[in-house]
């Protein structure tokens, strides 16, 4: 509910300064080097927010700036022989981002003086009347007779720094003849100071652990949570005198190594034939980028939401494959082909329910305790339940391997690995010349061909994150909640997905 509504605008000044160099500092071999400094400020910081200061030692009108990024880059390319058949290219330099304006529109929005919340319930809450609103604004409830309001805070990191990437690359070409060439490229990439949210008016430690789920914490009293499980994240606040106090902090990392094979070849005139393959390994702490505060902290967790856990990332892939090639134009006809796959995405178990295990704010963030169908004190439907989806035929094999390596623990985050999954497009054009200069082309494209030919084959069965239990209650004397496995949790029919086939004409006429 807004309180004041000001012009929120932003002013910002970037700063860059770029110098480059080319020389050849030994035969055949070619220098490029450069030097890079960015510096980016905004003018306009939030509000100053006397609470938050002497609350949580948190200042809201902190300048979001780095002034310290310089970004030397260097590229040797070394002809071997001189030949121009053999190229090796060794490279590296490191990357410094600007800070992304939205995030500091987060800051001067949410400074905890502009915006509240409040929180009412049962008769409490004003029986709406819109039409009245909309012909008389002053018929606006406002804040109801006796309830308070808390702002949801937005600030930065007195160590604020923007992202940077250090990248190394090496790569090697041999050009056989005119029409065949081969390559490998190895990259490594490694970014710090990612930007990540963390809320910083939760307790430090929680108030009990969880004695039958590897004893992950809850971050509210026991004797608050109601016998549906239902936790009051307010109950978990180091000042209740504030709301979510999310702060950008410059913590997150991501380490990225791939090896890239690829190779190309002419056929006749204006055929060709291209592969390239892909193996990729992605790792982070936070797969957040931007830009409302409030996604950052969406990162599936054991229990501390401001865990700082390295793990697989939400853009994780352990293989791509493309291939594309043309026919030779015949009598002004030529086919087309591509197939793109990829495989080993990530997803994570989750806990349905639409609550919150660890007592946070957010109700989507818990990693899934998988229990074991064999343990001596796992209730007789949950044990049925997970064995259920381990003899189900129709469950996908990626979701039965994710259960059995975490058994007896809290999922690892991404650790869910999706198969293959590929499609092949065509596409047949046919050229008229009508004169030198006028040409019409016919086309028709089918796209997912395979699907096709075979409505089984074409489609994916790649999850996204999955609900494996739903928690159901709480249970106060034993301080552990109660769940229902979901039995639909990985089923091939609710995963297929993908795009069928479809078949497109067209026509194009250049002169």
């Known amino acids: 509910m807004p309180l004041i509504n000001p012009a929120v605008q932003q002013s910002l000044l970037d700063l860059a300064v770029f110098a480059q160099v080319e020389f050849e500092p030994f035969k055949n071999v070619t220098a490029m080097a450069?030097?890079?400094?960015?510096?980016?400020?905004?003018?306009?910081?939030?509000?100053?927010?006397?609470?938050?200061?002497?609350?949580?030692?948190?200042?809201?009108n902190n300048s979001l700036a780095d002034y310290n990024n310089i970004q030397p880059r260097l590229q040797l390319t070394w002809d071997v022989q001189g030949r121009q058949r053999d190229i090796i290219k060794l490279g590296g330099g490191v990357f410094s981002a600007q800070p992304v304006s939205y995030l500091q529109l987060n800051n001067i929005q949410n400074s905890g003086t502009i915006v509240g919340s409040i929180d009412v319930s049962g008769i409490n809450v004003p029986t709406p009347d819109f039409v009245s609103y909309r012909n008389d604004p002053s018929t606006t409830?406002?804040?109801p007779k006796g309830a308070s309001?808390?702002?949801?805070?937005?600030?930065?990191?007195?160590?604020?720094?923007?992202?940077?990437?250090?990248?190394?690359?090496?790569?090697?070409?041999?050009?056989?003849?005119?029409?065949f060439r081969?390559?490998?490229?190895?990259?490594?990439?490694?970014?710090?100071?990612?930007?990540?949210?963390?809320?910083?008016?939760?307790?430090?430690?929680?108030?009990?652990?969880?004695?039958?789920?590897?004893?992950?914490?809850?971050?509210?009293p026991a004797n608050t949570i109601p016998a549906n499980g239902s936790t009051d994240w307010t109950k978990g606040r180091k000042s209740t005198e504030l709301g979510r106090v999310l702060v950008l902090e410059s913590i997150g990392q991501l380490d990225q190594m791939a090896v890239v094979i690829d190779a190309s070849m002419k056929i006749g005139r204006d055929g060709y034939f291209t592969i390239s393959y892909t193996k990729n390994d992605t790792k982070?702490?936070?797969s957040f980028n931007c830009c409302v505060a409030n996604t950052s902290t969406f990162r599936p967790v054991v229990d501390d939401p401001?865990?700082?856990?390295v793990s697989y990332s939400d853009d994780q892939f352990s293989d791509k494959l493309v291939v594309s090639a043309a026919t030779p134009t015949l009598r002004?006809?030529?086919?087309?082909?591509?197939?793109?796959?990829?495989?080993?995405?990530?997803?994570?178990?989750?806990?349905?329910?639409?609550?919150?295990?660890?007592?946070?704010?957010?109700?989507?963030?818990?990693?899934?305790y998988v229990f074991d169908p064999n343990g001596v004190n796992v209730p007789k439907a949950v044990k049925k339940g997970i064995q259920g989806l381990l003899d189900n035929p129709d469950v996908t094999e990626s979701v039965k391997n994710y259960v059995i390596e975490n058994i007896g623990k809290v999922a690892q985050r991404n650790g869910g690995i999706n198969p293959f999954y590929y499609t092949i497009d065509l596409r047949l054009t046919k050229e008229f010349k009508i004169s030198k200069k006028h040409n019409f082309a016919l086309s028709a494209d089918c796209f997912n061909f395979t699907n096709l030919l075979n409505k089984e084959n074409g489609i994916s069965y790649n999850h996204g994150n999955v609900n494996l239990t739903s928690m159901v209650g709480f249970d106060q004397a034993t301080k552990n909640y109660t769940y229902n496995v979901e039995t639909g949790a990985g089923r091939k029919l609710s995963t297929a997905g993908g795009t069928p086939w479809r078949l497109q004409l067209g026509l194009r006429y250049s002169f």
């Open 141 to 143: 409830p406002g804040i």
């Open 332 to 368: 002004g006809f030529q086919l087309e082909a591509i197939l793109n796959g990829v495989g080993g995405t990530r997803y994570s178990f989750l806990v349905g329910g639409n609550k919150s295990i660890n007592g946070d704010f957010v109700l989507t963030n818990d990693l899934a």
């Open 284 to 286: 982070d702490n936070s």
């Open 34 to 60: 450069g030097l890079r400094y960015d510096a980016t400020i905004f003018f306009k910081q939030g509000d100053p927010n006397p609470m938050t200061e002497s609350k949580l030692l948190i200042k809201t």
């Open 306 to 309: 401001r865990d700082q856990t």
């Open 182 to 220: 081969a390559g490998i490229n190895l990259l490594w990439s490694k970014t710090v100071n990612n930007y990540v949210y963390y809320d910083r008016n939760i307790v430090d430690e929680p108030y009990f652990r969880l004695s039958n789920e590897a004893n992950r914490g809850v971050y509210v």
């Open 149 to 179: 309001y808390i702002s949801t805070t937005n600030a930065v990191s007195d160590n604020f720094q923007v992202p940077s990437i250090y990248k190394l690359n090496f790569s090697y070409n041999r050009f056989f003849n005119s029409r």
